[in-house]
């Protein structure tokens, strides 16, 4: 009676370790075939023949790029690997996630960013010599902008989302507010809180959403779209990633500075 005992308890512990692995063999399955977004490096001289071969094997193309050659797509994991493999792939690469931290307002920030900051950094002496940013175009590639606030009305030349969902408006402000640090007229407090290029023009480059984020391949095709639309300075107010590990947008800032093209990005908000 015992053993009958023990051979029913055996059977019952190998049907469920049987059952486990069925289960966990399933799930790893179902994680490999997740949809993922990655950047793709191609060789420059075989770059119509990689899109076609791209093409047949039906991955979604998100963005594809001129200022390097490679694509933006959308893929199930497991099917990486397969990519790798392809003689004409030079890199591939996950898709950052970056943040943008609202602006504060508090009593101290107020105090230094707004009544100082153009003291400060000695904006008054080259409004003196007539550096106001006349004929200069800035290129604010950020949460979008408000062109009904006072002091940014006429001031948009050209803009474009790269936020599916959403338009170019501003959900988030820190766009609003980077856009007024820069070219602000002042026009709402009387000149007071003018920004520092206040006759620049601006270019108004969504690449996050209402809530702030944002990520590489989208940043990397509007920083493509400032470049062809004759932007003098790139503004990238963003954090959440180190840099370095970035290749794809390094990459592409790189080959836009050699344009002569002056590109400031953010030293803090997180990285």
């Not at 931290?101 to 107020?110: L, Q």
């Not at 959440?240 to 590109?263: C, L, Q, R």
């Amino acid at each position: 009676m015992r053993a009958i005992k023990l051979i029913f308890i055996f059977l019952i512990l190998i049907t469920a370790f049987f059952l486990a692995s069925f289960v966990i063999s399933k799930q790893n399955s179902a994680n490999n075939d997740d949809l993922v977004r990655v950047i793709v490096e191609v060789d420059p001289s075989y770059k119509a023949i990689a899109e076609q071969s791209l093409n047949k094997a039906n991955v979604e193309f998100r963005h594809k790029y001129s200022i390097f050659s490679g694509y933006s797509i959308e893929l199930p994991k497991s099917r990486i690997k397969e990519l790798e493999e392809k003689s004409y792939i030079k890199g591939i690469y996950p898709v950052h996630k970056f943040k943008i931290i609202r602006p504060v307002a508090s009593g101290n920030t107020k105090a230094i960013t707004e009544d100082r900051r153009n003291e400060i950094i000695g904006a008054s002496y080259l409004w003196n010599l007539n550096y106001t940013g006349k004929n200069v175009t800035i290129a604010i590639v950020d949460t979008g902008i408000d062109e009904n606030h006072p002091d940014l009305i006429g001031k948009i030349k050209a803009k474009e989302s790269f936020v599916e969902t959403e338009g170019t408006g501003d959900g988030y402000g820190h766009g609003t507010h980077v856009a007024s640090l820069a070219a602000g007229t002042g026009a709402a407090s009387n000149g007071k809180y003018r920004g520092v290029a206040p006759e620049a023009t601006l270019l108004n480059v969504k690449v996050c959403d209402s809530y702030g984020s944002c990520y590489e391949d989208d940043i990397i095709s509007g920083l493509e779209w400032a470049f062809q639309h004759n932007a003098d300075i790139i503004s990238m107010s963003l954090g959440g990633v180190d840099i370095t590990e970035t290749y794809p947008m390094n990459n592409a800032v790189k080959k836009i500075i050699d344009e002569g093209i002056i590109v400031i990005a953010a030293a803090g908000n997180e990285n």
